[in-house]
């Protein structure tokens, strides 16, 4: 679909809403209209810059130094012949961090099935331990290494949030991994991890998106995904063109979140003069 | 100096067992023998106590649980202040839970504050409407019809029979809401589905490390105030009058704090010496 | 193949589009699924995998104990709390008043004993741990590696000293004392030159001492030295603004990613 | 004080303590109470999730008490079940207010496929159930965080300059000055999650200036965090104190001089042996 016929499709789809809304919009929750424009012109920013990613152009992206240190951890774990500590966070799948947690997952199990590491992935949900699983079946078999993997790599240990902490202690303490990984959602048991980990000299990675736990992460592990770096990982990692023309289109949303700032500032303030009767806080405000 | 230096630097390798025995002494001298350093209420419970005290006598209060056992020593002295000074201002005070064991610290809050301290009655001075589960479903439920949510209340009696539930049909009844709340489902899906599309006004106590993910809301006015951890707990309680756990735990903190923040100097004066060492050689 | 990776793949999207698109439109099943059901069925669902987990947790540490492999002993505390809390939740109530259902959220059952003398002591006692765990941390783990984590630190420790009673109690002045001492280092390091460092701090000192004396050393005045106020404008100011940014970012992440979801772009869910 | 509350003292203090061994050293007592806390969690969130989802929010709309009548087939089904256990299917339906809704079949299909994905040959039957889930949290958790995160903080960034009583400069409280530092905060902290532009020259300086607001940011929740521990730590001594009353029969010191007593021996028993001092000592 090359970029004409794509502005030709947009343009269609905004003059058929026009019409909608100007015969009343039938069974369109009028008061969420902001909730709606924001949807549509995000959603279509993103696939604007994943099709064209798709056709071949490529994209700059700045390093993130915390993805570059994954592929030497690896490396580390090798040359000194132990495990590599996987935690996918404690939370199930609903939480898109958790997802975001199995998709680095992969990546990570590729390079382990590539340097011949093991890999040793304890989970506290079931579903993630499927989702798991799944993603590492995977990457070992898309490797060339299948024989290499076996079920017990990603195991369950408990739901309870410090139940699972303590058993990760029990795993970090006896099989002294070199490179611990913590990519997922976290809550307080952040800090046992990052605290024992430190303990057993390990190198650690940590990527999250739960904002009380990432000063943890700052000061007691070597390298730390910060929120939205953390789920630009999967693009960093693949490579694909679709991610990675994701991480593009989140951008420019970004660059027009930085304009609508600064344009409802300037507006509240002239409706804060009294020059214009509009109030931009009501238009904001979604019920 | 360099006398100094290796102290320190031995200091360093010393067994972090010490550093275990240092903390727990330091926690529990002062429950032993208190300081009784005074407390000073910082704005932001100040501006929380004000909303509630500005309420005209009588009105209705809804009041929701959403923590644990293990976060329990930083909520509960929050509620039991402020069940307090809403008991003490004859308020109607309606109790539900977003935690399945949120209804077990309501209960032990209730036995404790309305039955014993206040002798109120069930049924018409406060009830516990009780846990629900669904997460926000139930905050979107309260909002669109409570009585079909809670056809019963938490002791099996049916809602229509309870006198105080006259009036209340959904949550624009109310006119007050505080949710005591330490994760998910909490404090942030009752500003989204609760009191921004109603109106309600709203205030929270939180644990301390949940404080900066409702900060926005707070400085944008959407929640009026903030009790923050066990320090905003002892807080409340002096504006309240009556001393309870979070005072007492307040010395025990304040040194705390003050032997944590001397090993982050120290570790990192260690850590100079090292790198300058390091240097040189 | 269908069944493994098509059917999956509809699913995602079309309740996907459902819950994302459901908000707009004023159809009562439609709105009643996505302000009610759609949530209520992931907890079902979830209901189902905690069993699953549970299963899960039987069959490894049963092995554990059949093959009697090491620490097979504390396997049997394992199962023997799980088949407790199972009796619990299932079979032995406690207390004839209380319906089935009801027992597990009211007093007076063996589910609220075993929670109250059982899972509270052991989960708030764990969390109790980390206490420990961040003093020990705060003097291994938690370094100046560069101006950033200085900044961190700074901050945490303003906000933890001007939170706290005993912060009411450090006058501004000797903060201003300490401040002027930080500057001497800070321009030690940057010149080198001792004489420069020697007179800019006794330079700094006579000012505070001048000052303090002519206004009889108050010990909240001036404000901005003043440890409970620089903590109170750094948790409204700076702290809000690093805040919003933040969740501006993660609230961006998640919609994209969950759009990607959506369009079938991202099936790593199920090993894609 | 009945019998039951005194050993569950005794029963909470051995738990505690046996925690708190950890400490020391990974040592038998924490393994036990570390495996009790495994298996008892597994159990309790089984339950809970069972009584107040699975029995109430499921069969509740299945075989709600509202529409029974005992002669329909559906009905019979449900009173085979209540043979089997009454406790989960009380004599006359279930009612817990819900009406029937046969499309919960659904959930209850996917939930039994979840069940028997245990077998490895089935393991694919999980899928459709994981489906489900990453298809409803990509829908609500897309809307819920626009909508609270993006557009509520777009909302709250637009500041007021102008207006009534507001001062220029004022620490506390409302000011101009502060509403300038968080915008311009908010703005470069944004452009610090800036990927597509390599962060050097002017724009370096603005997302330089945002990493340190971000980094203050946390500073400040990091303070908290370590407020929060101490409180919980608090909480913890005043139980054990609370237990270690003459009510309770002492308990607390009954079982910590037992724990230190036997440690001890151990310890003195393993001298001999050149086991390494605790690993935790590194």
């Not at chain 1, 152009?57 to 132990?82: C, H, N, Q, Y």
């Not at chain 2, 209340?153 to 309870?162: E, H, M, N, S, V």
């Not at chain 2, 756990?245 to 704090?257: F, L, Y």
């Not at chain 3, 006058?171 to 020697?198: E, P, R």
Request: glycine share 10%; proline share 4%; charged share 15%.
């Amino acid at each position: 679909m090359k970029d004409k016929q794509f502005w030709i499709i947009g343009a269609a789809i905004t003059v058929a809403f026009l019409i909608f809304w100007m015969l009343g919009h039938p069974g369109f929750n009028g008061e969420r209209i902001v909730m709606f424009v924001a949807i549509v012109g995000m959603a279509g920013t993103l696939i604007y810059y994943i099709r064209i990613a798709k056709r071949g152009d490529s994209f700059f992206l700045r390093t993130i130094p915390g993805l570059k240190a994954v592929e030497e951890a690896v490396g580390r774990s090798t040359e000194m012949g132990k495990p590599v500590l996987y935690v996918p966070g404690i939370m199930d799948m609903d939480q898109v961090e958790t997802v975001a947690g199995v998709i680095v997952l992969g990546h990570v199990a590729r390079m382990t099935a590539r340097y011949e590491t093991s890999l040793n992935v304890p989970v506290s949900r079931a579903i993630v331990m499927k989702a798991a699983r799944e993603s590492v079946r995977e990457a070992y078999t898309l490797e060339g290494r299948p024989d290499l993997f076996h079920e017990d790599i990603v195991h369950y240990l408990t739901d309870d949030q410090f139940a699972y902490a303590a058993g990760v202690n029990g795993i970090m303490n006896r099989e002294k991994p070199a490179a611990c990984l913590y990519m997922g959602k976290f809550y307080a048991e952040s800090l046992i991890l990052a605290e024992t980990g430190n303990s057993i000299g390990a190198i650690q990675i940590a990527g999250t998106a739960s904002q009380a736990q990432i000063p943890f992460f700052v000061t007691a592990c070597d390298y730390t995904l910060i929120g939205e770096e953390f789920f630009a990982a999967s693009a960093y990692l693949s490579q694909k063109p679709e991610l990675m023309g994701g991480v593009k289109g989140q951008d420019m949303i970004k660059a027009g979140i930085t304009i609508v700032i600064i344009l409802s500032v300037i507006l509240r303030l002239f409706h804060d003069l009294g020059w214009i009767g509009w109030d931009v806080l009501n238009f904001l405000t979604v019920q | 100096m360099k006398k100094i230096a290796d102290f320190i630097l031995k200091i360093g390798e010393m067994d972090r067992r010490w550093i275990f025995i240092i903390i727990a002494l330091v926690v529990l001298l002062p429950l032993f023998f208190p300081i009784g350093l005074p407390i000073r209420p910082t704005d932001s419970t100040q501006t929380a106590y004000d909303a509630m005290d500005d309420l005209e006598h009588g009105s209705k209060v809804l009041m929701s649980f959403e923590y644990g056992p293990s976060t329990k020593p930083e909520i509960h002295p929050m509620t039991y202040a402020v069940l307090r000074h809403l008991f003490k201002n004859k308020h109607k005070v309606y109790i539900t839970c977003l935690w399945p064991d949120g209804q077990f610290m309501a209960e032990e809050a209730i036995e404790e504050i309305a039955e014993q301290e206040f002798n109120l009655t069930y049924g018409k001075d406060y009830v516990l409407l009780g846990f629900r589960p669904g997460n926000e479903a139930v905050v979107k439920g309260i909002v669109s019809n409570i009585r079909k949510l809670y056809s019963t209340d938490a002791r099996g009696t049916l809602t229509d029979k309870i006198p105080m539930m006259e009036g209340i049909n959904k949550l624009a009844d109310f006119d007050f809401i505080f949710t005591a709340s330490a994760g998910y489902p909490g404090t942030v899906e009752w500003v989204q589905y609760g009191a921004d599309p109603t109106g309600v006004p709203m205030s929270t106590g939180v644990t301390s490390i949940q404080v900066n993910e409702v900060m926005p809301y707070v400085q944008s006015g959407q929640v009026k105030g903030i009790l923050a951890g066990m320090p905003g707990a002892a807080e409340y309680e002096k504006l309240v009058g009556i001393p309870g756990i979070g005072t007492s735990g307040m010395d025990a903190q304040s040194v705390a704090h003050v032997v944590i923040v001397l090993f982050i100097i120290f570790g990192n004066v260690a850590f100079f010496i090292e790198r300058q060492r390091q240097k040189k050689y | 193949m269908i069944l493994k990776r098509h059917i999956p793949i509809l699913i995602v999207t079309v309740i996907g589009l459902l819950t994302l698109f459901g908000w707009f439109i004023e159809q009562p099943t439609i709105q009643a699924f996505v302000d009610d059901d759609a949530t209520q069925w992931y907890d079902i669902l979830a209901s189902f995998a905690i069993i699953l987990g549970a299963m899960n947790l039987l069959k490894m540490q049963g092995r554990k104990v059949i093959k009697q492999q090491e620490g097979w002993g504390y396997s049997l505390f394992a199962i023997g709390g799980f088949i407790f809390s199972i009796l619990a939740g299932f079979v032995i109530k406690g207390s004839e008043s209380v319906a089935w259902g009801t027992h597990v959220t009211s007093k007076g059952t063996l589910f609220k004993w075993m929670f109250e003398f059982m899972f509270t002591p052991l989960s708030a006692t764990m969390f109790a741990l980390l206490a420990f765990f961040v003093a020990s941390a705060s003097y291994r783990a938690f370094r100046i590696r560069n101006f950033e984590a200085t900044l961190l630190l700074v901050a945490g420790i303003i906000i933890m000293l001007g939170r706290v009673p005993i912060g009411s109690y450090i006058s501004s002045w000797f903060v201003m004392y300490i401040l002027v001492l930080l500057i001497g280092i800070a321009v030690n390091v940057k010149f080198g030159n001792k004489m420069i460092t020697f007179s800019s701090v006794l330079t700094g000192l006579l000012i505070v001492t001048v000052a303090g004396m002519l206004t009889g050393w108050p010990i909240d005045q001036p404000g901005i030295f003043y440890l409970p106020i620089i903590q109170e404008w750094i948790y409204y100011n700076p702290n809000v603004a690093g805040a919003r940014a933040i969740m501006i970012g993660i609230g961006l992440g998640i919609f994209a990613t969950s759009i990607r979801y959506i369009l079938g772009i991202e099936k790593s869910y199920i090993g894609e | 004080m009945t019998f039951g509350t005194i050993l569950g003292a005794w029963v909470a203090v051995f738990l505690t303590l046996a925690i708190f061994s950890y400490l020391y050293k990974d040592n038998p007592f924490y393994k036990i109470a570390e495996h009790v806390f495994v298996g008892i969690s597994a159990g309790y969130w089984a339950s809970m999730f069972f009584w107040t989802q699975i029995q109430p929010n499921l069969f509740g709309r299945l075989w709600p008490a509202s529409e029974y009548n005992a002669d329909s087939f559906w009905y019979k089904i449900y009173n085979g079940l209540h043979v089997l256990t009454s406790a989960v299917f009380p004599e006359g339906g279930i009612d817990k207010g819900h009406d029937m809704h046969l499309i919960y079949l659904i959930p209850f299909a996917l939930g039994v496929m979840m069940l028997l994905s245990v077998s490895s040959k089935l393991s694919w039957f999980a899928r459709w159930g994981i489906a489900y889930t990453v298809g409803m949290a990509a829908g609500l958790r897309a809307y819920g965080f626009l909508n609270s995160n993006v557009i509520g903080q777009i909302k709250g960034s637009a500041m007021q300059f102008v207006g009534g009583d507001l001062p220029f400069f004022a620490l506390i409280g409302n000011s101009i000055f502060n509403n300038i530092v968080i915008l311009v905060g908010t703005i470069a902290g944004l452009a610090y999650f800036y990927f597509s532009k390599e962060h050097k020259g002017a724009f370096g300086k603005l997302t330089k200036l945002g990493i340190y607001f971000l980094m203050i940011s946390f500073g400040a929740s990091f303070g908290f965090a370590v407020m929060g521990r101490i409180s919980l730590l608090i909480g913890r001594f005043v139980d054990l104190i609370d237990y270690s009353k003459p009510q309770y029969n002492h308990a607390t010191i009954w079982i910590l001089i037992a724990m230190i007593v036997l440690l001890g021996y151990n310890a003195f028993k393993d001298r001999g042996k050149n086991t390494p001092v605790s690993e935790d000592a590194a």
